[in-house]
Each structure stands twice: as structure tokens, then as C-alpha cells.
């Protein structure tokens, strides 16, 4: 099997291990699974992209091409299904499925792929997020009963898991908190592999999310773009895979364009800006971040773990604190560039090698450790 398509005149690398990797094209997860791809190539580890939910754009299809093998599955995503009963059939198609690809191992990118799978492979399952500790940060009441299914399915998924990975050490407090103590549990940090930087920066705030989620908190930016005195681009999607939607009256937003559009943006914006009240990890700060921007982000703990003493905070229920904060850059040429170095120094921590080398360690540990005892 060809598994990676090599451009001609160069040779293939070999393929010690192969990674049967579950991928969606609707959130971070797909950012994630190609960047991890692409670094885990240099460890001569291929991988197939089992694809679930919303088919991918043209370009996201044609990324994941470049990278590995793909195999789209007509199976929903557990947070856009609508009960427990739509997604019984998948772990056994996923255990099937990396049969029939010679995988070494299962990683799944939703904890709940893994409950009730059956499969002698290792299984590692990622927790990006899920409703659970979404719901967690954003209401301060019960989980709603027609959610229990899901976390549930999460739970299960993360005890038959013989490895559990979340981002950062904040996310991994909310998955404890909300399904107690993960003794399989490891922190890897998400990473880009891109290089952003050199570019002349312009006048005008960026900032880029799937906006109709409530987490990104995109009214606070909307609002708080009235008081700024720099213009305000937001790209990202407003309408969501279950109706949900948002409109912004006060800033330019584009909808959701191709990733390297999202690049081209960041590169040139004096200022990121990343509002969310829910982030697990945040590839928009990273982003922002690699290409030397001044960061804005909310006062939420994923960024104070991962961004203190290199980006402006606020908080993020309050769109005049906000607008006081990228107010302040935009009139401080000193303190952007002060600040856009910090960042840019942070970012370098996340960086693909790093992630990968992470990852296939555990991969190996998973793999060989129990066919040598």
C-alpha cells in the first residue's frame, strides 16, 4: 500500500509504524491531526485519517492527502449526534478498519470512539474537548440529561484507553474534575509547524475561530471593536454543524476560508486577539504567537498556563476592558514589539518536533514495551 504520497524525485521513507488517527474537519482537531502527521513523518510513523462527521473542504482533503491515507467514514461526531444509539457502531468499525490498514495502534481524537471497542491493538484516545468540560466552564449547573449519554461514552473510552492525552495541564484539572482521576492521563502540547514571521506588520486586529461556538466568545469582540481604533477582522465560521449561529455587526468577518488565508492574516496583523471562555489548548494564540503578533488573550487558565508574562490579559466577560487592552497596543508601537517578541519566544516551546518526539515515545512505549515482556 502506498501510504504517503511522496513528492516524485524524492524517496519514501521508511514506515516502522503505522497510526490509525480519527480526524474531523469541523474544529481544532483537524489543525492538530495534521500538524501531528507532519511531524511524525520524520519518525518514520505513517498515518491513516479515519474521518468522521461533515465531509472536509476541498483543501482540508487535499492537505490530508499529502500527509497520509484517508478514509472517510459515514459515522457522526458524538457532540452533533443525536443520542447513544448513532454512535454504537463506530469503535467497531475503527477496530475493523485498522485491521484492514496494518495499523499498530488506535489514536482517537474523541474519547468516546474507544468505549466499547474491541481490538488487541493499543489504543490512546485525545481529549481536545468535549461537552462535558465545555459545560463545566460555561454553567455553573447540572449537565443536561440529554447529555449524560456522552459523558458516559467519554468515560468509558478513557478507562479501556491504554493511554489518555490532553493539551495542558489546565484541561487535564477539567477532565479530572468532571470524570475524576485519569491514572493513564499525559499532558502533550499541541504544536504548528509553521513560521510566520519577517512580514511587515499593518494596523488592524485578527482574530480567528469557529465562532458560533458560545466558547469562542465572539459577541465580547464584536462589541468591544466599537472603542478600538485599530479595524477588526474575525475569520471563522458563524453558522455550526447543529443550526447554531452568530452575526457581528462591528468588525469584517470573512466566514471560514482556507487555512493559508488564515495564515496570511495572522502573519500581517499587529495584533491576535483570542476572546475564548473555553479553550482547552488554543491554535489561534500559537499562531498569532509564531508570527510575532502582540497576543490579547482572555484571562482564562489554559492561557495563563501556557501564554503568562507573553501576552496583554483581560477578562473576558468585559468588552471595555477588551477594547482598553488592544487600545493600548495599537497607540504603543514599544509595547507591541516588546510583546510580539515575548510571544514569538513562548511559541517556540510548541513546536512539531517536540509534540512528535512526545507522541511516538508513547506510541513506542504502547507498541514494543508489551511485545518485549
Not at 21 to 43: I, K, P, S
Not at 48 to 60: D, E, K, N
Not at 217 to 240: C, I, K, Q, Y
Not at 299 to 325: C, G, M, Q
Amino acid at each position: 500500500m502506498n501510504l504517503l504520497r511522496i513528492p516524485s524525485g524524492e524517496s519514501a521513507p521508511v514506515e516502522h509504524r503505522r497510526v490509525l488517527m480519527t480526524v474531523d474537519a469541523v474544529g481544532g482537531v483537524w489543525r492538530y491531526a495534521m500538524e501531528l502527521a507532519r511531524g511524525l513523518l520524520a519518525h518514520n510513523i505513517g498515518v491513516v485519517f479515519a474521518g468522521l462527521g461533515p465531509q472536509p473542504s476541498s483543501y482540508q482533503a487535499e492537505e490530508a492527502k499529502r500527509l497520509g491515507k484517508v478514509v472517510w467514514l459515514d459515522e457522526p461526531l458524538d457532540w452533533i449526534a443525536p443520542d447513544e444509539t448513532a454512535v454504537k457502531g463506530l469503535p467497531a468499525k475503527l477496530a475493523r478498519l485498522a485491521r484492514q490498514q496494518h495499523a499498530d495502534l488506535l489514536h482517537l481524537n474523541l474519547p468516546s470512539q474507544a468505549a466499547g471497542m474491541d481490538t488487541e491493538l493499543p489504543v490512546v484516545v485525545a481529549s481536545h474537548s468535549c461537552v462535558v468540560t465545555w459545560w463545566h466552564a460555561m454553567r455553573n449547573e447540572p449537565l443536561p440529561a440529554d447529555w449524560e449519554w456522552m459523558k458516559r461514552q467519554n468515560a468509558v473510552g478513557m478507562d479501556q484507553a491504554h493511554a489518555v492525552v490532553s493539551p495542558s495541564g489546565s484541561h487535564a484539572q477539567a477532565i479530572s474534575a468532571c470524570y475524576g482521576e485519569q491514572p493513564r492521563l499525559t499532558v502533550v502540547h499541541n504544536a504548528i509547524s509553521a513560521f510566520l514571521q519577517g512580514v511587515e506588520k499593518e494596523p488592524f486586529v485578527f482574530s480567528a475561530a469557529r465562532w458560533w461556538d458560545e466558547g469562542k466568545n465572539g459577541r465580547v469582540l464584536d462589541e468591544a471593536a466599537a472603542r478600538m481604533h485599530w479595524p477588526v477582522v474575525m475569520a471563522g465560521s458563524t453558522r455550526g454543524p447543529n443550526g447554531q449561529e452568530i452575526t457581528f455587526s462591528r468588525v469584517r468577518c470573512p466566514g471560514e476560508i482556507p487555512h493559508r488565508e488564515v495564515l496570511d492574516s495572522i502573519r500581517r496583523a499587529g495584533i491576535v486577539v483570542s476572546p475564548s471562555l473555553y479553550e482547552p489548548f488554543g491554535l489561534a494564540a500559537l499562531e498569532g504567537a509564531r508570527a510575532g503578533a502582540a497576543l490579547v488573550l482572555s484571562d482564562i487558565p489554559t492561557y495563563r498556563e501556557l501564554w503568562s508574562n507573553a501576552a496583554i490579559f483581560f477578562d473576558p466577560k468585559d468588552a471595555d476592558a477588551l477594547a482598553h487592552a488592544v487600545s493600548r497596543l495599537a497607540s504603543d508601537s514599544g509595547l507591541r514589539a516588546e510583546m510580539g517578541a515575548k510571544a514569538l519566544a513562548r511559541s517556540r516551546r510548541f513546536t512539531p518536533d517536540v509534540q512528535a518526539s512526545r507522541m511516538a515515545e508513547l506510541y513506542r512505549q504502547l507498541v514494543d514495551e508489551p511485545m518485549a515482556a
